[in-house]
């Protein structure tokens, strides 16, 4: 496989409208995984419903074909998001697939459609060893449950560290990042790369994610007892203080996109990110550019050292529509099994379940990760997933939007946080007091 293509390309697409899908036959070709009961000989169409853009080629590699192998009656159909195929869309045409593949923070819409299923009993059945699957991913599921429901599986666990152009630093002659550092040691190594050369502006650092720098805190966004929004506390004036430091730097006012800044310009010299990027330098060097890169552990904050961003886990869920539950989930059970796991490894994405091998064998089926810093990924623990509520987009969209006020010098971090507190509070009752109203109407 020449391409990873994580996010680089969607590949051939479905139509948008998943094939029917057909009772799943039984048969006696039982057998038995690590440890996991699985029907082979199960006779089943099955659909998938891509939330990520994941390639074409990607998933023949890591889903469909490893199922097919196994299952060799077995097939699955890819129904990816578009416009007129949307959850909502096929759910009234009564034609939403088997299986979702999503992200952890993704799942709102689905919970809300009803389309998520409790694959807790499925996985006591078929004796899917939940005890060695990565904790703080499936914590993170488990959230999503109010009941002790489990509503899906992670297939891998996103990773995050601190990626750097090699030819930046050398040709400014700055030390290369390092383990270990905190985020005002990069800020401060960010300073002396933030420069203009010739007609070239260029950039130390870019912290793209104000979310995800706040997701290594580990603290909620709307108090779970209340639903206030918790914008004006401690976690939230740190978060602020670090971007303001950052952007406050001369040359960091006018800003390109991240990606298109690292990866098309080569203008910026680090970018905190997830485990996308070596797929995307593959696909550059792959075309024929070449790109001195490597990476280090992602900077944390002092109070939390050793701390990645949340845990963003790839997972795969079984619908509450899907007429073939069983054969869907048994496709799942599998993919989590040592093959196929150790296979996702070997192409750089850590598998969900827990092993020491993985790490031995990381990266070794893609050449560009030949001679980098791959211990970077495994140093850093994700953060836990700090405690849910049903708001905590209301509260994200007014933490995100305040900060330009703040950038911009117009309001201090104080007032700007306390505004958006008070605009959280605001819609949040707005969104209770309509959905009480649909209950009445409902009732």
């Given amino acids: ?44 169409r099955l659909s998938l419903y891509m939330d990520l ?50 992200s952890t923070p993704r799942l709102t819409q689905y919970r809300d459609l009803g389309l998520l299923y409790d694959m807790r009993e499925l996985s006591k059945k078929h004796n899917v060893p939940l005890d060695r699957l990565n904790k703080p991913a499936l914590d993170a599921l488990e959230q999503w449950g109010r009941g002790g429901e489990l509503y899906g599986l992670p297939l891998w666990v996103n990773y995050t560290a601190l990626y750097y152009n090699k030819d930046l630093f050398d040709r400014f002659g700055v030390p290369y990042p390092k383990d270990g550092m905190t985020w005002d ?8 790369l ?34 206030a929004a918790l914008l004006d506390t401690d976690g ?73 961003w949340q ?12 007429a073939n539950k069983e054969a869907a989930f048994s496709a799942v059970a599998y993919l989590l099994s040592a ?14 379940l827990n092993d020491d091998e993985w790490n031995r064998h990381f990266g070794e089926g893609m050449p560009i990760f030949k001679g980098k810093h791959i211990e970077a990924v495994f140093k850093s623990k994700p953060a836990p997933k700090y405690t849910m509520t049903p708001y905590d987009s209301i509260a994200m969209s007014a933490f995100t939007g305040s900060f330009k006020d703040v950038e911009s010098g117009v309001k201090d971090i104080n007032t700007a946080l306390r505004e958006a507190k008070e605009t959280a509070d605001r819609n949040i009752r707005e969104k209770k007091a309509s959905e009480n109203k649909g209950n009445m109407i409902g009732f």
């Fill in 1 to 44: 496989m020449t391409s990873f293509l994580l996010l680089a390309g969607c590949g051939r697409q479905t139509d948008g409208s998943p094939a029917v899908s057909k009772p799943a036959g039984r048969s006696d070709a039982g057998t038995t995984v690590n440890g996991t009961t699985l029907d082979t000989g199960l006779t089943a």
């Fill in 53 to 102: 853009s994941l390639s074409d080629e990607w998933l023949r590699q890591f889903v469909i074909d490893p199922v097919r192998k196994k299952f060799p009656n077995m097939t699955i159909d890819i129904v990816r998001k578009k416009e007129g195929a949307g959850p909502g869309d096929l759910v009234a045409a009564g034609s939403f697939p088997d299986l979702l593949y999503s």
């Fill in 185 to 192: 040691e990069t800020i401060e190594l960010s300073k002396r």
């Fill in 194 to 227: 933030t420069r203009s050369d010739g007609n070239t502006a260029y950039r130390g650092l870019d912290i793209h994610d104000m979310n995800g720098l706040y997701s290594q805190l580990s603290l909620p966004y709307v108090d779970p007892k209340t639903d």
């Fill in 236 to 308: 939230f004036k740190t978060v602020y203080a670090t971007m303001q430091k950052l952007y406050s730097i001369p040359g960091n006012g006018n800003r390109t996109p991240a990606k298109d800044a690292f990866l098309k310009d080569m203008t910026l010299a680090m970018w905190p990110m997830y485990a996308d990027v070596p797929a995307w330098i593959n696909d550059l060097v792959a075309k024929g550019t070449p790109f001195n890169w490597d990476m280090a552990q992602m900077p944390s904050f002092p109070a939390r050292p050793g701390v990645g």
């Fill in 311 to 322: 845990v963003d886990s790839h997972n795969l869920h079984v619908t509450s529509t899907s």
């Fill in 339 to 352: 093959e196929p796991q150790l296979e996702l490894a070997k192409y750089g994405l850590p598998p969900s």
